[in-house]
């Protein structure tokens, strides 16, 4: 009877490593071909320098941005934080609001995903720009949105550069926080289209979460942008790093 248990308890451990093998090997795989798929983005926008030199156009960061929009008519804008490595296209899909949250700036699918703008906003006519993106376990994607949980980190870094094929823009924060969706009534991402009463509401229920206080207080009339992204702070948590626009 040991031995069929010994047997057994062999054959247990063997799976086990197995699988852990598995879901080891397929999260470097993953790791490999999302780095393939953003390194393919910038040697994309690369080419377009090159292409800018031959014809003068006035815009380098215009002229990216199209290249990228003849490879993929989703593609939104770009999104950069300084002192991160938040370096990402942003993509808009409204008919299919979710398929990036899987797929890749190529259309791979993708644990990974790519930054995407919430369906219900509308280019040129939001106040609000919600953008969500993954809080991958290695410090990709959304992850290091998190660094902004430290006061120190945002003195240093107030500024986000969110741009779009047709404006650049600079966006100081004013607010993060945590974010318990199973807890919580009001929902951030809801407000994309605000009038004036609803932008002080948005103001004060941001400015009631923060963290800490940025002494920034924004009012109606300021371009919005909102980041999200996962959050363990709570089961069902969500992480929000809340800006206004300054420089175009």
């Not at 690369?46 to 380098?60: P, R």
């Not at 500024?159 to 969706?181: K, N, P, R, S, W």
């Not at 207080?217 to 206004?244: H, M, S, W």
Request: with cysteine; glycine share 6%; net charge negative.
């Amino acid at each position: 009877m040991k031995k069929y248990i010994k047997i057994i308890a062999t054959l247990v451990l063997a799976v086990l490593l197995m699988i852990s093998l598995y879901v080891l090997a397929s999260e470097i795989w993953g790791m490999r071909q999302n780095k393939k798929a953003i390194e393919k983005i910038y040697k994309t926008m690369e080419s377009a320098d090159d292409m800018e030199d031959m014809t003068e156009a006035a815009d380098v960061w215009a002229e990216r941005y199209r290249a990228l929009a003849e490879e993929n008519g989703d593609f939104f804008g770009w999104i950069h934080i300084d002192g991160t490595d938040i370096d990402l296209p942003v993509m808009y899909s409204p008919d299919d609001p979710s398929y990036y949250l899987k797929h890749s700036f190529w259309k791979k699918w993708s644990d990974y995903g790519t930054p995407f703008l919430d369906g219900n906003c509308e280019p040129g006519v939001s106040n609000n720009y919600v953008i969500y993106g993954h809080n991958m376990k290695n410090g990709t994607m959304f992850a290091q949105l998190h660094e902004y949980e430290s006061e120190e980190f945002w003195k240093e870094h107030p500024y986000i550069q969110f741009d779009t094929l047709t404006e650049q823009g600079t966006y100081e924060i004013f607010a993060v926080f945590h974010f318990d969706i199973d807890n919580e009534d009001y929902f951030f991402n809801a407000h994309v289209n605000m009038s004036e009463m609803e932008v002080r509401e948005f103001v004060d229920e941001a400015s009631a979460r923060q963290l800490y206080d940025t002494g920034i207080e924004p009012e109606f009339g300021d371009q919005f942008l909102t980041l999200c992204t996962c959050d363990k702070t709570y089961r069902n948590g969500r992480f929000f790093v809340i800006a206004r626009k300054v420089a175009s």
